[in-house]
């Protein structure tokens, strides 16, 4: 039985909540101002190279999304190793991972070097655009082992809790970003001008600045200090590694199918014509950006529940969970009414062109009232994330986004003549579905202490 929560332990996880999320949310916040310098830049460059970056970044993202899934499953292992009392084993898993990291690294460099630029040609994007699409993906690709290796060092620091880096070195990347890609881009400082390739190249280089300044900064800090990260690599021990692959293909895989849809909708939108199409990445990029705060709160949500299922502690499980899923509910208020207010006014902000303003200030009415449903499903799954529960959510969002949310766009969309809205009446089905389901399965769990019990002791054997 679940007795009435007591308001003085409410408000004390609310605040070591908070004080978690706020670093991870100006960190996934600097990581959206990256790709805004990186448009902006090819923007002003040209026309055409603004467009093979956009095509490029999106597909880049692809390896990118598989990256950061995997390497996710670090931050509930670390928490509960440390709730578990059990520092001393986080080194060692550490250096396990750079066996993933670099797996990851070098076999995600081919995919975006050799096989990206194949699907660039199997959807159908303008042959005028391929060499320069080819050209930034060849240069960014060069990042990717640094990027999994980043995640490896993030992994750990955010599953000790300690969550100030990602916002230290997000800003540092997106600092460094524009004058490195307008030295490279526009051929500054005596170099020649290189468009999309300078984009990928600037990319690439402020990818191992991070990498490189991130691991000095763990090799100093004292909170790392005790961990002795950096001891002489280990030889591959399969077990732990097969653990960390269990726990992290399946949130790859969600997110994957997350995004997928988001890039079959627009997809869809563009035989709408030129107007649905814009107003649509208008309201994307609006909800994206709302979407940073909801992400930052459930990773934190997967930390505190991890630091509770390593100490067996079922009530700490409840309350880190539902109190993040209700601070999650409240920064979701905000951008709702946002939205829901001022559409037109925060439309203008990206265009003059009235006929875009006007279908992007309808569509935002409708992203507002998925902002409810999109926090819900995205805390509920950082809470079962938490409890190592990857598995299950995975079949979740690919029944919720591709069942239930994609066919009932198209339907709305084209069957029953809404266009662009009906697709997006068929994104809020989809998250609504997941929200639902997700939140109910974390309720489940909440509701039935023994099964939580025998989940804190199966991992903590598994960690021992």
Partial sequence: MMTRPDPARVLGEAG???RLALPLITGQLAAVGMSTVDALLAGHYSAQVLAAVAIGSSLWSLAVVTTIGVMMALQPTVAQLVGAGKRDQVGPLFRQSWWLAAVLGVGLLLFVREAAPLLMRGIGVDPSLWPQI??????????????????????????LGHTRPTMYFGFLGLALLAPVGYVLMFGKLGLPPQGARGSGMATAIILWIDLLAFAAYARRAKVYQDLNLFQRPQRP????????LRL??????????????????ALAIGRLG???????????NVASLTFMV??????????????????????AIRYAGFTGIALTLLTQSLSTVLMLSIPHGIAGLYTNNTRVVALAAQLLILAGMFQFSDGIQVASAGALRGLKDTRVPMFITIFAYWVVGFPLGLWFAFGRG???????MGLISGLSMAA????????????????????????NKQLG
């Fill in 294 to 315: 909801p992400l930052g709160m459930s990773m934190a949500i997967t930390v505190r529940i991890g630091f509770a299922v390593g100490r067996g502690d079922v009530s």
């Fill in 16 to 18: 070591a909540m908070i």
């Fill in 134 to 159: 080819t050209d930034f993906l060849h240069a960014v690709a060069w990042g990717m082992p640094a990027l999994a290796f980043y995640f490896t060092l993030r992994g750990v620091s955010e599953g």
């Fill in 436 to 459: 639902l389901l997700l939140f109910t399965r974390f309720y489940l769990y909440a509701r039935r202490p023994l099964l939580i019990g025998l989940l804190a002791d199966d991992a």
């Fill in 237 to 244: 021990n399969w077990v732990k590694l097969a653990a960390l």
């Fill in 248 to 265: 992290g293909l399946p949130m790859a895989v969600s997110l994957m199918m997350e995004m997928g849809l988001f890039v079959a909708a």
């Fill in 418 to 424: 809404l266009g662009v809205r009906g697709m997006w």
């Fill in 274 to 284: 030129v107007d649905p199409e814009a107003s649509h990445q208008i309201a994307l």
